[in-house]
């Protein structure tokens, strides 16, 4: 059954059907309207919220499928009753015969308004982090671990690559000759020929390091991990334990008596579940504490490297998903770019793979801060044959890299190699080499997953935007789970998730969305558990709705600041939750060095910052945010 609460997913999602109904009432008739809303009650009520979350997701998949033309459509297995002799299902059947024919197959005239307002239907509750069982948590678990076998065969076939490699590398004629061939081994010269011009030079000794935000398989926290208890030897034989984890040759003296008690073992990650969506959970694995401190370091010069070096600044990227977004778009409108998406590509990047790529100079400062194991969580100790597992520092832009270099390896036309976009293991390529870069990173291991891949038809997605014909169908997907109890991260999710319900869409078909039933019923159910809420009359709240609300909820209190000269209102907005946490000067030092983005002692003692940064706000050294653990609070705005 549906869970019961005071938002009511079921009749959230009837308020959109109706919605839709009056916003399109030439395509989507009250009796239709009833009739579908009536489906989503019964369906509901027999399969619970896993109609919500699967079965209309898996319809809407379907439908992506038949407009990237990989297959005609198809809801045979979905238990939808659909026409005599057709394919559609009688469920939201009047917009889906404006978008395919009776076989499933793609109209060439296909309504762009029609698949805007079908995936937002489908897909609304497809990332809903609801609670999962035991039996997700250990699906996620084996795939993680079969995974990790499955690399030992790609590994075999690394390795007789990087026999070859040796032998070419002795050969200069043969080395010349290999690069230009289109096999295998022409495509590793040619990828490592690019990753040596991007990487050529790059000093991974002198990088400031720093902690990152996440939790860390040892367990320190806040200041505690500026604490040492542990530090690798295969970390300090690059990076010396004076030098790179102390804040000066003071700092290194008083800590001196505490030497005897400092472990240099290779502590193993710990591998954690985090909630993802609807399907279940993530899985991420937690870096020990000195290794994280280096990977962050390492991290931040490879970032400037690559997204500033004339080799790779145009085409991979970090912190950076527009041009992916724009190239989905684009590419939906004329068909000439494809768009690729990769599956576990964090886990199969292999160790192998990476010594086989990249550039000698770079692996010993790569590999010294890599876990050698991960602890599963029942205790079981799992060798890593994968370079970095999610969790780590250096998996995202090692991944990167990796593709980007075995992309640009295959595809030999300077102008298309311009089409290539990277952002992670969201990939674009020109149409016409994407068959021969699936089948070249398939060949290196990795995975293709060609159900979110397009390369037909004219619908594409890459980095969160989805197109068809050149337009925004990216549907609105509710993740935070609705509570009866009031709390900071709900709220604030929800009075957002309200405002987009009606949100501008500028690059969409339609200007605006138009589901303001489901704006009210929102603000309703918020209404009804906390007090007060701000909107647009109040600019000055952060959390704050698009449309005025009503009279009951809207801020009574106000007082006139004299100082200001300006009303205030007293609304709701979050707050983080901030913890002091008092050390020893040295580690509070050791911080402020580390996070401060200006020139410091660490700089000036041990000259591994190789540049002065630019000017940063002065950071609170004792006082830190915690994270997700923020608060609600009534203030003056």
């Known amino acids: 059954m549906v869970p019961v609460n005071s938002l009511g997913e079921v009749f959230l999602t009837a308020t959109a059907l109706r919605d839709v109904c009056k916003s399109h009432e030439a395509m989507f008739s009250t009796r239709e309207c009833e009739a579908d809303v009536k489906t989503l009650f019964t369906r509901c009520a027999n399969e619970g919220m896993s109609f919500l979350t699967k079965t209309l997701p898996a319809l809407g998949k379907a439908l992506d499928k ?17 026409k005599a002799g057709s394919a559609i299902p009688l469920f939201m059947g009047g917009f889906l015969e404006r978008v395919l024919h009776s076989d499933g197959t793609l109209r060439e005239d296909g309504c762009i308004v029609s698949v805007g307002v079908l ?3 489908l897909y609304l509750w497809y990332k809903y982090e609801l609670p999962y069982s035991s039996q997700d948590k250990l699906k996620v678990i084996d795939a ?5 076998a499955d690399l030992v065969q790609s590994d075999h076939e690394l390795a007789k690559c990087q026999v070859w490699l040796d032998y070419l590398c002795e050969h200069p004629l043969k080395y010349r000759e290999s690069k230009l061939d289109d096999g295998m081994m022409g495509i590793v010269l040619r990828a490592r020929e690019i990753l040596f011009r991007c990487l050529h030079g790059i000093d991974l000794v002198n990088i400031r390091p720093h902690h990152g935000p996440g939790t860390v398989s040892t367990r320190e926290q806040f200041l505690e991990k500026y604490q040492w208890m542990n530090i690798d030897r295969r970390i300090t034989d690059l990076y010396p334990l004076d030098t790179y984890f102390y804040a000066s040759a003071g700092h290194v003296c008083d800590a001196y008596p505490t030497f005897p008690k400092l472990g240099d073992a290779s502590l193993p990650a710990r591998v954690c579940l985090v909630p993802k969506d609807s399907r279940g959970p993530r899985l991420i694995s937690c870096e020990p504490v000195d290794h994280q401190w280096i990977q962050q370091g390492i991290r931040s010069a490879l970032y400037e490297r690559v997204e500033n070096h004339y080799t790779t600044k145009w085409n991979v990227f970090f912190t950076n998903q527009a041009p992916n977004q724009r190239a989905a778009l684009l590419g939906s409108r004329l068909g000439e770019y494809a768009t690729l998406d990769l599956k576990e590509a964090s886990d199969r990047v292999s160790l192998a793979l990476v010594r086989l790529l990249f550039p000698s100079a770079v692996l010993p400062a790569l590999e010294c801060c890599r876990s050698l194991a991960t602890e599963l969580p029942d205790g079981t100790l799992l060798p890593l044959r994968k370079f970095a597992p999610m969790g780590s520092a250096l998996c995202f832009p090692i991944m990167a890299l990796t593709i980007y270099a075995i992309i640009h390896a295959v595809i030999r036309d300077p102008s298309a190699r311009e089409g290539i976009l990277v952002y992670g293991d969201d990939v674009v390529v020109p149409t016409e080499h994407s068959a021969d870069t699936i089948s070249a990173l398939e060949a290196f291991g990795l995975k293709v997953n060609r159900d979110k891949s397009c390369t037909k038809g004219l619908f594409r997605e890459s980095c969160g935007v989805d197109a068809f014909r050149g337009y925004d169908v990216t549907p609105l997907k509710l993740k935070t789970v609705w509570s009866d109890k009031p709390l900071p991260d709900a709220f604030a999710s929800w009075v957002a998730y309200a405002n987009a319900f009606i949100g ?5 078909i339609e200007k605006r969305r138009q589901y303001h039933g489901c704006y009210d019923h929102i603000v309703a159910a918020l209404s009804r558990l906390y007090w007060p809420i701000a909107d647009d009359s109040m600019p000055d709240s952060p959390v704050r709705l698009r449309h005025p609300v009503p009279a009951p909820t809207r801020p009574v209190p106000r007082r006139i600041n004299k100082d200001l000269q300006k009303v205030q209102y007293k609304s709701l907005e979050v707050a983080p939750r901030k913890v002091k946490r008092n050390s ?7 911080r402020f060095f580390a996070e401060s983005r200006q020139s410091s002692g660490l700089n000036d003692c041990n000259e591994y910052l190789g540049v002065v940064a630019e ?3 002065p950071i609170a050294v004792d006082e830190y945010t915690k994270r997700n653990a923020s608060i609600l609070a009534a203030r003056w705005r």
């Open 584 to 590: 020893q000067g040295w580690e509070m030092l050791l």
């Open 119 to 121: 995936r937002q239907i």
């Open 504 to 508: 501008e869409r500028p690059t969409s």
């Open 66 to 82: 038949a407009l990237s033309g990989e297959q005609p459509f198809s809801c045979s297995d979905l238990g939808f009753k659909t």
């Open 615 to 617: 000017p940063h706000a």
């Open 144 to 148: 993680f671990v079969k995974t990790e």
